[in-house]
Nanobody, 119 residues
Framework: QVQLVESGGGLVQPGGSLRLSCVVSGSIFRVNALAWYRQVPGKQRELVAGISGGGSTNYADSVEGRFTISRDNAKNTIYLQMNDLRPEDTAVYYC?????????????WGQGTQVTVSS
């Protein structure tokens, strides 16, 4: 079983920065891809940024140019550097890991970390 543990959320003023971390239990290579999602009450969970095993990245249009996803394989950790934060970035942020087992993708989720952008 893959376990993901996030940290780094908190309260920040508009225009500020935060860095989220997600540690993958055992080894980061236990999953094929990793990503950050976010969710606000009453809305669907949405993809924020993803990173493949080879380091390819993709971003939601709403965060492109402000957020950066990265990985440190030696630390079994991925990061989400969030700059120029806006009130609309307020959400619970979840780390996601995807593992291909045969022909089925298995999804694993962390417990979530709250990010609040407010003055």
């Amino acid at each position: 079983q893959v376990q993901l543990v996030e940290s780094g959320g908190g309260l920040v003023q508009p225009g500020g920065s935060l860095r989220l971390s997600c540690v993958v239990s055992g080894s980061i290579f236990r999953v094929n891809a990793l990503a950050w999602y976010r969710q606000v009450p009453g809305k669907q969970r949405e993809l924020v940024a993803g990173i493949s095993g080879g380091g390819s990245t993709n971003y939601a249009d709403s965060v492109e140019g402000r957020f950066t996803i990265s990985r440190d394989n030696a630390k079994n950790t991925i990061y989400l550097q969030m700059n120029d934060l806006r009130p609309e970035d307020t959400a619970v942020y979840y780390c996601n890991g995807r593992k291909l087992v045969g022909v089925v993708w298995n999804d694993y989720w962390g417990q979530g970390t709250q990010v609040t952008v407010s003055s």
